[in-house]
């Protein structure tokens, strides 16, 4: 079984920066994927970033250039750095990660992109 608990959400406004983390309950060095999805309000979720364990990462097309996700192994963690923010990346961000063939969430933070 798998936690992961998301920070850094917060307002800002458009052309700023964000850095989410996601903090995992247990060693990411074995796990494959782990991923940033968001889901914005009247929207379906859809997925933002994903790492793998390899090293290969893939972006949403809306996102590619301005975001990046990157793993820090010995602290458990995912982050994403989301810079050059548009009002339209307002949306709750999820953390996730498949382990053992089950998929696991994180609770969500809020980003809120003013203009």
């Known amino acids: 079984q798998v936690q992961l608990v998301e920070s850094g959400g917060g307002l800002v406004q458009a052309g700023g920066s964000l850095r989410l983390s996601c903090a995992a309950s247990r060693s990411i060095l074995s796990i494959n994927f782990m991923a940033w999805y968001r889901q914005a309000p009247g929207k379906q979720r859809e997925l933002v970033a994903a790492?793998?364990?390899?090293?290969?990462?893939n972006y949403a097309d809306s996102v590619k250039d301005r975001f990046t996700i990157s793993r820090d192994n010995a602290k458990n963690t995912v982050y994403l750095q989301m810079n050059s923010l548009k009002p339209e990346d307002t949306a709750v961000y999820y953390c996730?990660?498949?382990?053992?063939?089950?998929?696991?969430w994180g609770q969500g933070t809020q980003v809120t992109v003013s203009s």
């Open positions: 790492s793998t364990s390899d090293g290969g990462t």
């Open positions: 996730s990660t498949i382990a053992r063939a089950q998929r696991y």
